[in-house]
């Protein structure tokens, strides 16, 4: 069974940071793009926030989290993480991370949720003060 799972959120003030971790059981991280998403609380839809593409390849980001946000694995540690700052109350969502299997390095998955091949249950970010 492949499972992903998500750990790191919490309520943060307006300005703070918080790293979100990702890892993954019956399977290794190293050979998948791995994706952000987050839905937001009475949103349908799941917005795509970052990528980072399979080995230690190319990043992407969304234009709402770019400068702010930087996605980064651990090979060693079969982990990625999403390292969030100055936070805004807009970020508050639920954060899920995804594996693509397949794509080449250019393909930033965070574009296309229907394509991704695993997803995990998400960890709940909340910015208030």
């Known amino acids: 069974q492949y499972d992903l799972v998500e750990s790191g959120g919490g309520l943060v003030q307006p300005g703070g940071s918080l790293r979100l971790s990702c890892t993954s059981s019956g399977f290794t991280l190293t050979y998948y793009a791995i994706g952000w998403f987050r839905q937001a609380p009475g949103k349908e839809e799941r917005e795509g926030v970052s990528c980072i593409s399979s080995s230690d390849g190319p990043t992407y980001y969304a234009d709402a989290v770019k400068g702010r946000f930087t996605i980064s694995r651990d090979i060693d540690k079969n982990m990625v993480y999403l390292q969030m700052n100055n936070l805004k109350p807009e970020d508050t969502a639920v954060y899920y991370c995804?594996?693509?299997?397949?794509?080449?390095?250019?393909?930033?998955?965070?574009?296309?949720?229907?394509?991704?091949?695993?997803w995990g249950k998400g960890t709940l970010v909340t910015v208030s003060s």
């Open positions: 995804a594996a693509l299997y397949g794509r080449p390095s250019d393909y930033a998955c965070h574009r296309s949720s229907d394509a991704m091949d695993y």
